[in-house]
C-alpha cells in the first residue's frame, strides 16, 4: 500500500498553487456544487413542463420515444436520454402505452417509467352495450385510446363479432387491439360456459346460438319477449320460412337502421334474411347474456309472426292474416 502523503505546493508547480486543508474542502465543495448544478440543469424536467399524457406506439424506437417525450416538454434532452437508454441496455425494453405525466420527473425517473410500464395512469374504463357491434366497439376503443385507430381494432376483432362480450371493462392504458380482444373473447367463454348443458341440449351447434342471440338481441328487449322471438324464428327456420328480420340492414350498411325501405329488402347480402332461408352467416352484434340464454332455451309457442307496436309491445301471431291484423291495430 502506498502511504497517504500530504500534498504541497510542489506538487502543483505548474499553477503555482498553495493547497492548505482548508482549501481542498472548498475546491470539493464548489466541484461538488458545479457537478449537482450541472446534474441538476441535465436531468431535471424542462421548465416548460406541463401535465401531459403521451402516447408510446408499438416498436417505437428508442430515439423516437424521447423526442415525443422532448417535445411534450416532459424531458428536456432527448438525446441524454437515448444515449442512457441504450448505455443501460434498455434500448428496446420501452413499453408501449399511453402514459400520465401530472408532475415534474428528473430523467432517471422517466427512464425507469417507460422501461416498466409504470403509465402513471388510472385504468380505462370502458362499457360495451349488448348488441354492440365491432363498428361501435371500434369506435369508442379509438376514442379511448389514441395509439389504437378505430381500423386497427376493426381488422383484430372483425372475425370475432358475436364472440366480444358485452360488459364493463377496466383496461390498462397499455393495452393495444389484440389484447383488448382476447380479454373480450376470454369474457363471452367464461359467460357462456355455464350454458354448454342447454346448448348442447338443444342440438344445435355455439356458432347457430351465437348467430340467433345476436338477432333476438336487436328484435326484442325483455328476456321473456327474447325467449318469444328466438322460438318464433327456430320455427321459422324449421319451416323453411326466410326469417325477415329487419335488423340485418343495419349490419349490412353500417348504420343503425331498423326500417329498411322496399329497395333495402332485395339487397344482395348474404345477411339478407328476406331473400335467404335460414340463419345468416354470421352474428349481426355482440348478445348479451339473456340473449344467448333465449337463443339456448327458447320458448316453445305456435308463433311464427312478431311485431313491436307503436306501444312499445310485442305482438305475436300464429298466422299471415293474424299478422296482418296486429299490423293494423298496433302499427
Known sequence: MVPFKRFSSEAFPKFGLSLCPPARWYAALLFGALLSFGGWYLFAAPAGFSPENVVIAQGASAAKVAQ????AHVIAHPVLLHTLLRLSGEENSVQAGMYGFDAPENLFVVLRRIVTGDYGLPPIRLTFVEGATVRDMATRIAHAFPGISETDFRQAAQPYEGYLFPDTYFLPPSSDA???VALMRANFAAKVAPLSPEIAASGRTLSDIVIMAS???KEARTPA???IVAGILWNRI???MPLQVDAVFGYIYNRDTYAPSLADLKTDSPY????HTGLPPGPIDNPGLDSLEAA???????YLYYLTGADGRMHY???YAGHQANLKRYL
Open 215 to 217: 338477432l333476438v338481441e
Open 225 to 227: 319477449d327474447k325467449r
Open 317 to 319: 301471431a300464429t298466422t
Open 272 to 275: 339478407n334474411t328476406y331473400l
Open 238 to 240: 324449421l319451416r323453411g
Open 296 to 302: 339456448a332455451n327458447p320458448a316453445k309457442t305456435d
Open 178 to 180: 389484440a389484447s383488448i
Open 68 to 71: 415525443e417525450l422532448a417535445q
